[in-house]
């Protein structure tokens, strides 16, 4: 009556009954530990009350879903595009790279500005971790990490710090020093531990916090000083690959989106969910927030980017072209929340109008996909990030 | 062979969804009614059936898709690389030519029905399943298939010289998608492997909590109150009308965007501590109260506008109270004390006006202080200002004359010749300046603290 598949490619003594048996990874909160096939199945159980099955709570969630579907739908009266007629079409877009950093050795996988508006920090496949004035071209930091595929990175508030994390499961924090006799690496701070790959990191509102996103399907919030887990997020059904904080100065919330198809907005007080979306086909690669915290962007596998309503609690456009067939790896609003900008596996930048739903621009450059793109603070330009090695800021 | 790239890394067709759309595209290209122009082309002396210009496919894309002429070459350059075409001259350029330059389709189907025909239907299970599901989704196409396959294979044995060529460039174009050059990029590379909840991998064991925690969350869903979408959606009207003179993207910024002129004026008069803030900025502080807030200048203004109302504890406790959430773990119980000696003990130099059932819930919470503890408290508060203080204020004398002074700068183009351009001024990085005391940027843990940096 179990609801799982498994691929079974380990054997040896099961962390429970220590018997030795053929052994599938399973996890308990946050752990990854490696059971036989009873006492797997004994565990997914565990926790059922008298007349519950899996197959019974399954059944019941997927009814609550379907009528909070109903329930979403019932305010829904009028389409994003329909209330959008009003508003004039936007004139042709000129947009040119005007930087090209070139520096990296190897596939350029994140990348996120500082609250400077010129400087940036990037990481890549073969472990790099580079921070430049992107203005200059300069690079005034590097810092070579112990594992590759440097998923996340991010940049302190303060402009003091740099966290960082990938296929090592870790997410560290390095001040910058500009000291010739110090080692970046020698003052790593180890903060977050997961049990699998590190997908996404970000600083909350100042520099002793910082928000993980991994491939073990948990999100969590962590102390830097101490490196102590301050909260965990338990809910996607598969790994997290991104997550954005919410622009408002009252509320805790974040989104996060997973390979699951699911986005979710989570209280970080709680660790609650707050609300889900699940309407893309594939997995979602990147989450934004509208400028003004009432909405949110993703961009998907499925080809599309899509704009959920966090008020009215319901996907309300979608930004998708016959023509566009590769997933968008990557998303982000120009400051007005006019524009979305999103980056594509077919090494193109599709340039969206929100309201009205249709594409605005298309910018070619890149010769290979682009993985990562943001919007400067000040939204005077954006930064996109390929697999071509280079980085090209683009106003 | 077969047509498009093998995945790798143990990532099934299923995840890439890109492949299954390329195949349709291709598929729908071949279409005897609506698809590319296919004829029999003449190639020097030899004549190679069922294939078509690479102008023809340009077109083709254009009209479909609706598309510039630039994205039609970019995606035939992409069906090219991942190997559902095949150029029949100069075969080591995966590059769409929008001209004469003849390309075929590499068709899956062709793999299968050669194989059904030599074998005379002796195909795997799957593979007969697959071969059936093909023809009856393409039927309308099975001759054709039938007849290439039947002419490769007769190629295959008297080996003509036209299908030489093409079984030639086939096989050049498998291995160009394959094993690509150095230099040139493989499309075949993956990120590192993803669980998926599809078919064959799943890395969660779907247990009692997870779904329990899944119902919880519809329940609490449920009960949310939604807003109609009329309502949410003009929200998006007016938010992006009223930014729109403020995003540079859209309307370019005075005296020009850095990033286009290599001036770093703007940056230098739009500083986060500047004495003279531009009329735009001055302007956004009556967008929102948390616009204003942002904005250090903006909230020094406030603060002094407060003092003169007497009111300028309640936004020194609402800054205590996000350094109290945002700061370290380990300052917590401190930061917690001082908050309460300083603005929440009875007889406190600086005591707040809060109700008395938030300050009950607040004194009760401090007997285990936690970074949460504040949080009622702080909304209180923020309600307050917002509502009373903030409105007071935009009306205010001070805050006209802050409108009526602040600069607009002028606009500076872009120098046209190259030797008039300005070098790019470095600025210091913020790593490198000392701590300044401000309530918005925390300090690093043990590091310098300090603002952005500042040209």
């Known amino acids: 009556m179990c609801d799982q598949t498994f691929l079974v490619n380990v054997f040896g003594s099961c962390d429970k009954c220590f018997k030795q048996r053929a052994l599938r990874p399973v996890f308990k909160k946050s752990q990854q530990l490696s059971y036989c096939s009873i006492c797997a199945e004994i565990m997914a159980t565990d926790g059922l009350h008298e007349n519950e099955t899996l197959a019974s709570l399954k059944s019941e969630a997927e009814s609550l879903k379907g009528k909070l579907e109903e329930e979403r739908a019932k305010l829904h009266d009028v389409e994003l595009h329909q209330v959008a007629e009003r508003v004039e079409a936007l004139g042709q877009f000129v947009m040119k790279t005007r930087r090209t950093l070139k520096g990296h050795g190897n ?118 000083e101490s490196g102590q887990l301050l909260q965990s997020f338990h809910g996607h059904g598969a790994d997290v690959l991104c997550l954005d904080l919410a ?89 007005s929340g006019r524009l979305l900008f999103a980056g594509y596996n077919d090494y193109t930048i599709n340039v969206w109008d929100v309201l009205k739903g249709s594409r605005v621009s298309i910018l070619f450059g890149h010769e290979n996909r682009v993985s990562t793109l943001r919007v400067s603070p000040d939204g005077t330009a954006f930064c996109s990030g390929s697999w071509d090695h280079t980085l090209r800021v683009w106003a | 062979m077969a047509a498009g790239p093998a995945p790798s890394g143990g990532r099934s067709r299923e995840q890439m969804p890109h492949l299954s759309k390329m195949e349709r595209v291709v598929v729908s290209m071949q279409d005897p009614d609506h698809g590319v122009n296919m004829r029999s082309q003449r190639l020097l002396i030899t004549v190679v059936p ?202 370019g910024c005075l005296p020009s965007n850095p990033w286009i002129t290599d001036d770093d004026t703007y940056w230098a008069m739009n500083a986060p501590r500047v004495a003279e803030p531009t009329q735009l900025r001055v302007e956004r502080w009556a967008f929102s109260f948390q616009e204003l807030l942002q904005d250090p200048v903006g909230r020094a203004h406030f603060m002094d506008f407060l003092r003169k109302e007497f009111s300028a504890e309640n936004l020194s406790f609402w800054e205590a109270c996000k350094e109290l959430r945002h700061g370290g773990q380990a300052q917590v119980p401190a930061l917690v004390d001082a908050v309460y000696q300083q603005f929440l003990a009875p007889g406190a130099a600086r ?23 504040l949080d009622a408290a702080q909304l209180h508060i923020y309600m307050l200002m917002k509502k009373d203080s903030y409105p007071r204020f935009l009306k205010s004398d001070m805050y006209k004359a802050l409108l009526a002074e602040a600069v607009i700068p002028p606009e500076t183009k872009r120098r046209v010749f190259p030797f008039m351009w300005k070098p790019r001024r470095s600025s210091p990085s913020p790593a490198l300046l000392p701590a300044s005391a401000s309530g918005d940027c925390a300090a690093a843990p043990g590091g310098p603290g300090g603002g952005p940096g500042e040209a």
């Open chain 1, 107 to 224: 596939k350029v996988l994140c990348m996120d500005w500082c609250k400077d508006k010129r400087r940036i920090v990037s990481s890549s496949q073969d472990g790099k971790v580079i921070v430049w004035d992107s203005f200059t071209t300069n690079k005034e930091h590097a810092v070579t990490m112990p594992c590759t595929w440097v998923m996340a990175c991010a940049y302190a508030p303060s402009g003091c710090a740099i966290a960082c994390g990938g296929l090592d499961n870790k997410c560290s924090v390095y001040p910058l020093t500009f000291d010739k006799n110090e080692n970046m690496a020698a003052k790593k701070k180890s903060v977050a531990m997961h049990t699998n790959y590190l997908s996404a990191c970000s600083f909350t509102n100042s520099d002793m916090q910082i928000l993980t996103a991994s491939g073990d399907g948990t999100c969590a919030l962590w102390d830097v």
């Open chain 1, 247 to 335: 622009p408002s100065e009252t509320g805790n919330t974040f989104v996060s989106g997973g390979c699951d198809k699911k986005a979710m907005v989570w209280d970080m007080r709680s660790g609650q969910c707050v609300q889900a979306f699940e309407t893309h086909e594939s997995d979602i690669n990147s989450v934004r927030y509208y400028p003004s915290g009432d909405a949110f962007a993703s961009g998907s596998d499925d080809a599309t980017c899509r704009l959920y309503d966090l008020r009215a609690d319901r996907e309300v456009a979608i930004y998708s072209k016959e023509s566009i067939i590769f997933g968008a790896s990557s998303v982000d609003f120009s400051l």
């Open chain 2, 50 to 251: 069922h294939a078509v210009t690479g102008n023809d496919i340009m077109e083709w894309l254009i009209h479909k898709y609706c598309i510039s002429e630039e994205e039609a070459l970019h995606l035939g350059t992409l069906l090219l690389r991942h190997g559902y075409l095949y150029p029949l001259q100069d075969p080591g350029s995966l590059v769409l030519r929008p001209d004469e330059t003849l390309y075929r389709f590499q068709v899956r189907t062709i793999y299968l029905a050669k194989k059904n025909i030599r074998k005379h239907g002796a195909l795997a299970d799957h593979e007969k399943e697959h071969h059936g599901q093909l023809h009856r989704k393409i039927n309308h196409m099975w001759d054709l298939v039938v007849m290439q396959a039947r002419e490769q294979l007769r190629a295959a044995k008297q080996r003509r010289k036209g299908d030489r060529l093409v079984v030639a460039c086939q096989e050049q174009t498998y291995w160009l998608v394959h094993r690509p050059p150095p230099g040139v990029p493989s499309v075949l590379e993956q990120a590192p492997e993803r669980g998926s909840c599809t078919a064959r991998r799943v890395l969660m064991t779907k247990n009692a909590d997870f779904y329990k925690r899944e119902i919880e969350c519809c329940r609490r869903a449920l009960g949310r109150t939604r807003v109609k979408s009329s309502v949410s959606l003009e929200a998006y009207l007016k938010f992006s009308n009223q930014h729109r003179p403020h995003d540079p993207i859209m309307s």
């Open chain 2, 351 to 373: 005591w707040v006006n809060i109700d008395s059932q938030t300050m009950e819930r607040t004194l009760e919470g401090l007997r285990r202080p936690h970074r949460y503890v």
